[in-house]
């Protein structure tokens, strides 16, 4: 069946250092995008999401980019911090039937 | 208040019992969800309510029974689990904001249960 999941199951970065998480999803029907923030013990935590009609979409430290045609997402952390270390997934919702990748842990090194 | 709460959040129980999770939310959101998370995991649906109604029910065991008595409540009862059940209990709602469920309604998580099996 159709799946989203992550290329890189870690990624290590230094305080500071901008960070990219990048996710690769197979359905063509999907159109809207979320990224969400797990730490430890905690639910998932919205961080930004994208509509299939962006290919760009800014928040505060973070971007994410789509690239329809090769049906990529990616999540951009800019200065990143001790506190962005957490597991992030991307999710598509096609029919409010969400489904989540595998997930990447970040972690931020002092 | 733009938060989801669910309660315990920890439960032990042994494989006789009879239990229930609480999930509760005030932000007018008309869909709730239940997830599923085992560790490093992605979190998996169980269960959608959308207007106080079953909408999805992803083949989940009937020994998990979900109900939704009003628009802000969301419980899952729980008999005779398993062991391979202990997981994390997510709850979530979004805002059908649409009118039905839609691929653009952002779902926002409770802090979620831990369930422990013996």
């Known amino acids: 069946g159709e799946s989203v999941g992550l290329h890189l199951p870690t990624l290590s970065v230094q305080e500071g250092d901008n960070s990219i998480i990048n996710c690769a999803y197979s359905?063509?029907?999907?159109?809207?995008f979320i990224w969400y923030k797990q730490e430890s013990g905690k639910g998932p935590q919205f961080i930004i999401d994208?509509?299939?009609?962006?290919d760009k979409r800014q928040g505060q430290r973070v971007t994410v980019l789509l690239n329809k045609t090769v049906k990529h997402l990616s999540l951009q952390i800019a200065a990143t911090q001790p506190g962005d270390s957490a597991v992030y997934f991307c999710?598509?919702?096609?029919?409010?039937?969400?489904?989540f990748g595998a997930g990447t842990r970040l972690t931020v090194k002092p | 208040d733009t938060e989801v709460t669910q309660t315990p959040k920890h439960l032990v129980m042994g494989m006789t019992n009879k239990k229930s999770l609480k999930c509760e939310q005030h932000?007018?959101?008309?869909?709730m969800y239940w997830y599923k998370q085992k560790a490093k995991k992605p979190p998996e649906l169980m269960f959608v309510y959308s207007y106080e109604k079953l909408s999805i029910n992803e083949s989940v065991p009937s020994r998990f029974s979900p109900e939704c008595p009003n628009s802000s409540l969301l419980n899952l009862h729980l008999h005779a689990l398993q062991p391979e059940d202990s997981a994390l209990y997510l709850c979530a709602s979004s805002s059908l904001a649409g009118g039905s469920l839609a691929s653009t309604d952002t779902q926002y998580f409770g802090p979620g249960t831990r369930l422990t099996v013996l």
């Open positions: 359905n063509s029907a999907s159109d809207y």
């Open positions: 932000m007018g959101h008309r869909a």
């Open positions: 999710a598509e919702t096609p029919l409010g039937d969400m489904r």
């Open positions: 994208i509509r299939s009609n962006m």
